[in-house]
Structures are given as C-alpha cells and as structure tokens.
C-alpha cells in the first residue's frame, strides 16, 4: 500500500528557532494535510493543501503542496513551547468532495527547550 | 460545539478477551471513522462508514475486529479475540462528510 516517509523523526531545537519537517510519497496525493498531536489527545488539523505547488499559511506555520504532488513540507517559525507535539503529515487520494482514507507518515516528535 | 467522545478511555484486558470501544460524532456529521495508532506509528485506518453505511473496510481484521454505526450516528469497534499486538490507541474521527476530520481523544488499550 501507500506509505509516507515523513522526516525528521525528532527535533530538539531552542525557544525562537525555526523548523522545517517533510514528507515523501512513492505515489501522488490530491490532498496534503499537517496535523499535531499531544499526548492523549487526538490529531488535529493544522493546515490542508489542495492543489500542486500551493503554499498556504496559519500563523507562524507554512506548508507547501510539492509539485510532484509526491511530497511537502511544514514550517514552523519562531518556536514557542506550546509548539511541542507530534506533527503528522497525511496524504489523501481522494478529491476535496469525493475524500478517500488518510496515509499518515510516522510522525516527527518537537521538543521546544525554553 | 461539541467534540468527538469516546469512552472508555483507557482499556486493560488480557489477551484472548473480548473488549468495545464507543463512539459518538460530533452532530450532523455522516462520515465516522475508526483508526488504530500503534506507539510510534501515524494513525491507520481500519474503516469508514457513511451515515450507517460502509465505505472502505479494506484495512480492518475482519476475523477479529468488527464494527457497527446503527442508526447513523454512534458507533461501536470490537475487537473478539483481542491478541497482543493489538495494544494501540484507538481513534474515532468524524467529518460533515469527507472534509475535514475531527479526532476524538482515543481509547488506549493495553493487552496483556
């Protein structure tokens, strides 16, 4: 099946610094989407991406729908503390109203030191 | 608005057992999900209903696992009988209808 590399696997980084995640397909996606997860607690959407080269923004986050459509990216700038969590990347196959299952990547684990 | 709930939210059981989880959508929404996330894993999902129909259960265990949405909203995951590596968390999400998804805060259950 569909599998996502997403890297890197941990990031140990100070308070104010930026960050910069992605994730790789073997095979294309029509939708990109980011979520963070914290501890017991369930993912939640971050940022979607519909569309090939799209590059779309929510506060200090940015991520890109890669040309390919094999792969994006997630950056975050300015870390804060709260930006600690487990980052998801998802890829989706389906259209923005016809949808089909989530491929998740294994997650990149953010540690903010103050 | 109210979230996804799911209950319990911790499971203990040892294995061969038998064990539910529960599921309640956010209202108005016909698309529920349920997802296993191993320990370091991303989420998997296991199956899709639409209202209390299903949409794609390629990937659930059908020997073991099942699942059920009646009347099309609540829904039920069971898993007869548990085996070790079945110990993850277990998601529930659930969309207007395959937009966005909302998570619920997951069931972790441990099999021993």
């Known amino acids: 099946g569909q599998q996502l590399n997403q890297s890197p696997q941990s990031m140990f980084i100070q308070e104010g610094e930026d960050v910069s995640m992605n994730c790789t397909s073997s095979?294309?996606?029509?939708?990109w989407l980011w979520y963070k997860q914290d501890p017991g607690e369930g993912p939640v959407l971050l940022i979607a991406?519909?569309?090939?080269?799209e590059l779309t923004s929510n506060g200090r986050l940015t991520a890109q729908f890669g040309i390919t459509r094999k792969d994006s990216f997630l950056n975050i700038s300015a870390s804060i503390p709260s930006d600690v969590g487990i980052y998801f990347c998802?890829?989706?196959?389906?259209?923005?109203?016809?949808?089909?299952?989530?491929?998740f990547g294994e997650g990149t684990q953010l540690t903010v030191n103050p | 608005e109210a979230g996804v709930a799911q209950s319990p939210r911790y499971k203990i059981i040892e294995k061969r057992q038998s064990v539910a989880f529960w599921c309640n959508p956010i209202?108005?929404?016909?698309?529920l999900y349920w997802y296993q996330q191993i320990l370091g894993q991303g989420p998997k999902l296991l199956i899709q209903f639409q209202n209390n129909g299903v949409v794609d259960d390629s990937q659930l265990p059908k020997d073991r696992f099942s699942a059920e949405r009646l009347k099309g909203v609540d829904s039920t995951l069971k898993i007869q009988p548990a085996k070790l590596e079945d110990s993850a968390v277990y998601l529930c999400?659930?969309?207007?209808?395959?937009?966005?998804?909302?998570f619920g805060p997951g069931t972790r259950l441990t099999v021993l």
């Open positions: 991406l519909y569309k090939a080269g």
């Open positions: 209202s108005g929404h016909a698309t």
């Open positions: 095979s294309i996606f029509n939708t």
């Open positions: 998802a890829g989706q196959l389906g259209t923005r109203t016809s949808g089909s299952r989530l491929t």
């Open positions: 999400a659930s969309s207007y209808l395959v937009d966005t998804q909302y």
